[in-house]
T-cell receptor, first 111, second 112 residues
Framework: SQQGEEDPQALSIQEGENATMNCSYK?????LQWYRQNSGRGLVHLIL?????REKHSGRLRVTLDTSKKSSSLLITASRAADTASYFC???????????FGKGTRLSVIA | SAVISQKPSRDICQRGTSLTIQCQVD?????MFWYRQQPGQSLTLIAT?????????ESGFVIDKFPISRPNLTFSTLTVSNMSPEDSSIYLC?????????FGPGTRLTVL
């Protein structure tokens, strides 16, 4: 079953703008991970944030986590056409436990 | 990170046939996971494969339809049996290291 809901489901922006995607989940979590998927290919791991963390950065990516609201956001700054992809949040995966995925946001960055 | 390969990358199959997908990890892992992604949808877990024991299947997935092998700590296969057009999906394997899961490139299956 789906754990989370991403919103928006689809987002179209101009190159250079920032893109913000949100993820809400239903149950308490240990960690939350964001993935990118280009054109139905494999998933690329972007960033992991643990339940005791509030914010993490990786290059142009910024992820926040609000456990009181059971939500997370992914911000991509200064977007590029190559950022066009689907972005998924997923909760509680590890070496020994499977991930539970949200529905994903389709991001289109127009050059 | 972990490097995971899958093959085939894509296939077009006839109804009623079976396809076996292979997944190879570049290092030993305890658990491997198989997911299905139907067109335009998110990922759904099919089963968890633990080396040396039978796979654990999620609700809606059965061993007769999706038999899984896990012969060693770096390799697993998923077979999609007696295929129908509804099985057309991307099938992905994954493996974890610490708290992070990494994915193979996926197998795009089309059933005619």
């Amino acid at each position: 079953s789906q754990q989370g809901e991403e919103d928006p489901q689809a987002l179209s922006i101009q190159e250079g703008e920032n893109a913000t995607m949100n993820c809400s989940y239903k149950t308490s979590i240990n960690n939350l991970q964001w993935y990118r998927q280009n054109s139905g290919r494999g998933l690329v791991h972007l960033i992991l944030i643990r339940s005791n963390e509030r914010e993490k950065h990786s290059g142009r990516l910024r992820v926040t986590l609000d456990t009181s609201k059971k939500s997370s956001s992914l911000l991509i700054t200064a977007s590029r056409a190559a950022d066009t992809a689907s972005y998924f949040c997923a909760t509680d995966g590890s070496g020994n436990t499977p991930l539970v995925f949200g529905k994903g946001t389709r991001l289109s960055v127009i050059a | 990170s972990a490097v995971i390969s899958q093959k085939p990358s894509r296939d077009i199959c006839q109804r009623g046939t079976s396809l076996t997908i292979q997944c190879q990890v570049d290092s030993q892992v305890t658990m491997m996971f198989w997911y299905r992604q139907q067109p335009g949808q998110s990922l759904t877990l099919i089963a968890t494969a633990n080396q040396g024991s039978e796979a654990t299947y999620e609700s809606g997935f059965v061993i007769d339809k999706f038999p899984i092998s896990r012969p060693n700590l770096t390799f697993s296969t998923l077979t999609v049996s007696n295929m129908s057009p509804e099985d057309s999906s991307i099938y992905l394997c994954s493996a974890g290291r610490s708290d992070t899961q990494y994915f193979g490139p996926g197998t795009r299956l089309t059933v005619l």
